[in-house]
Structures are given as structure tokens and as C-alpha cells.
């Protein structure tokens, strides 16, 4: 069955330090990978998404490559900023339902 | 701006209530998906709808059932709600078939059940 493995958290970096978060996947075939952000008291939304291997997704500063060679979707952003404070979700889709595969989420604390 | 709404943000109920929780997506998307979500295992599939009537489980479907009368509405229900389904619930829908699209999610509503 379909896995997503993320870096356990929860991460608390200062502002303006380099972010990374892992991820890895388990699954069959060529699934979409995406990342999802959850601010406080909020629901999930789409960060950024990749849909074949190579892709780079990029969305306010943050970036994450699809490596089929490593199962591999890695978080990262340059410079974070206190805005950034969030739960961070990998997720994957391979089934014509829409279904998704999430990991447990990362909580990003960032500092001033 | 597209949205998914859900009828609570809080409810707190008693254990052996019939407990609804309402979701309405203005998208006209084809699926809708029920999650909850807990401190420490992230979110977990309850069911799912991929049309009118059509339902299917997911991973953590006892205890509840759904309803999808309307494209636009998809309806959680905890037959008799007991204390270990207090959770944070979050709806989502998604465009049709094919895995490259993304879900769009509610602000959720926090269940407690006494």
C-alpha cells in the first residue's frame, strides 16, 4: 500500500534560516506529490505540487523536487520567516478517486 | 476564491447522540473525502465520495456513516457518538478523475463528545 514517511517534529528554526523538510514515499507507479500548509485554527491548503518525476514544485519561496530515484519530495525554503509558523503535510495521489495519502505533518515554529 | 465550508467550527455533544457534521463545496467537484485529524497520527480517511450516492470507506470507517444527496453537500453522521471520537473532522473536496489534483479543504469543525 501507499506510505508517506516525513521528518518528525517539531522543527523551531530562526527567522531567516534555510528550512528542510524530508519526505519520502511508498507507492505504485507515478504518483502526484503534493505539500499542504495548515495555519493555526485553519484548514489544510496547497502549497505547491509535482506531477512527474524531475517536476519542481514552487510556491511563496518554498520548493520541492520529485526524485523517483530516492521516493524523495524534500521541503525547502531559503529564508523562513515568522509567517511561516505552521504544520507542514507531505501527501501522494495515485488512484483516479482523488484519494490522498498524507503523512503526519511537521510543525515549523519559526522565531523572530 | 473557491471554497469548501463546514457547518461548525465547535460542537460539543454527548456520548449516545446522533451527532451530523455538514460539508458544502462550491466547486462543483466530482469527490469529497471526510478526515479526521489527532494529535500524532496525522489524517486519517473516513469515507469518501466520488459522485451523487457513491460512497466508498476509507481507513477508519466504524462508527460512521456518510450521505451525498447533492453534488455540492457531503454529510458525516456518528450514529451514537462516543467519547473517543472527539477530534478535529476536516472536509475536502477535489476535481474529478485522475490523480493530479489537489484537495481543497474546510476550516474543520472540533467535536468533543462528553
Known amino acids: 500500500g501507499n506510505s508517506v514517511t516525513q521528518m518528525e517534529g517539531p522543527v523551531t528554526l530562526s527567522e531567516e534560516a534555510f528550512l528542510t523538510i524530508n519526505c519520502t514515499y511508498t507507492?505504485?507507479?507515478?504518483?502526484?506529490l503534493f505539500w499542504y500548509v495548515q495555519y493555526p485554527g485553519e484548514g489544510l491548503q496547497l502549497l505547491l505540487k509535482?506531477?512527474?518525476?524531475?517536476d519542481k514544485g514552487s510556491n511563496k519561496g518554498f520548493e520541492a523536487t520529485y526524485r523517483k530515484e530516492t521516493t524523495s519530495f524534500h521541503l525547502e525554503k531559503g529564508s523562513v520567516q515568522v509567517s511561516d509558523s505552521a504544520v507542514y503535510f507531505c501527501a501522494l495521489s495515485n488512484t483516479n478517486a482523488g484519494k490522498s495519502t498524507f503523512g503526519d505533518g511537521t510543525t515549523l515554529t519559526v522565531k523572530p | 476564491d473557491v471554497k469548501v465550508t463546514q457547518s461548525s467550527r465547535y460542537l460539543v455533544k454527548r456520548t449516545g447522540e446522533k451527532v451530523f457534521l455538514e460539508c458544502v463545496q462550491d466547486m462543483d467537484h466530482e469527490n469529497m473525502f471526510w478526515y479526521r485529524q489527532d494529535p500524532g497520527l496525522g489524517l486519517r480517511l473516513i469515507y469518501f465520495s466520488y459522485d451523487v450516492k457513491m460512497k466508498e470507506k476509507g481507513d477508519i470507517p466504524e462508527g460512521y456513516s456518510v450521505s451525498r444527496e447533492k453534488k455540492e453537500r457531503f454529510s458525516l453522521i456518528l450514529e451514537s457518538a462516543s467519547t473517543n471520537q472527539t477530534s478535529m473532522y476536516l472536509c475536502a473536496s477535489s476535481m474529478g478523475s485522475g490523480y493530479h489534483n489537489e484537495q481543497f479543504f474546510g476550516p474543520g469543525t472540533r467535536l468533543t463528545v462528553l
Open positions: 509535482a506531477t512527474k518525476a524531475d
Open positions: 507507492a505504485t507507479g507515478y504518483p502526484s
